[in-house]
C-alpha cells in the first residue's frame, strides 16, 4: 500500500497545510469541503505538492519532519522542485 504526503495552500490566507494519507483523493474531498477543522478556516486550499511513499510510516516520519522544521523556504523550495530529498 503506497502514502502521500501533500502540501496545500490556502488561497484566503497564502498559508501552507502539511499533511499525509494513504488515501489521497479521499483527504483531499475532506479538507476542500470543510470537513477537516485546521483547514476549515483557510478555505479555498489549492493542492501544490505531492510525493508518494512505499508505506503510510515512511510518509507520516517525513511529515512530522517536515513540520518540525518550521521553514516557510524549505516548504517553498520543495514545491518548486516538487521533490523531497529527505530519507529516513
Do not use: C
Not at 504526503?5 to 475532506?30: C, H, M, P, W
Amino acid at each position: 500500500m503506497s502514502a502521500y504526503v501533500y502540501i496545500l495552500q490556502s488561497l484566503k490566507n497564502s498559508r501552507f497545510y502539511i499533511g499525509s494519507t494513504a488515501d489521497l483523493n479521499r483527504r483531499l474531498q475532506e479538507h476542500l469541503s470543510g470537513r477537516s477543522t485546521y483547514t476549515s478556516f483557510s478555505l479555498p486550499l489549492k493542492l501544490v505538492f505531492q510525493q508518494e511513499y512505499p508505506t503510510l510510516t515512511m510518509a507520516r516520519k517525513i511529515e512530522f519532519w517536515l513540520k518540525r522544521q518550521k521553514s516557510k523556504t524549505l516548504i517553498e523550495q520543495i514545491i518548486a522542485n516538487q521533490k523531497i530529498t529527505k530519507s529516513f
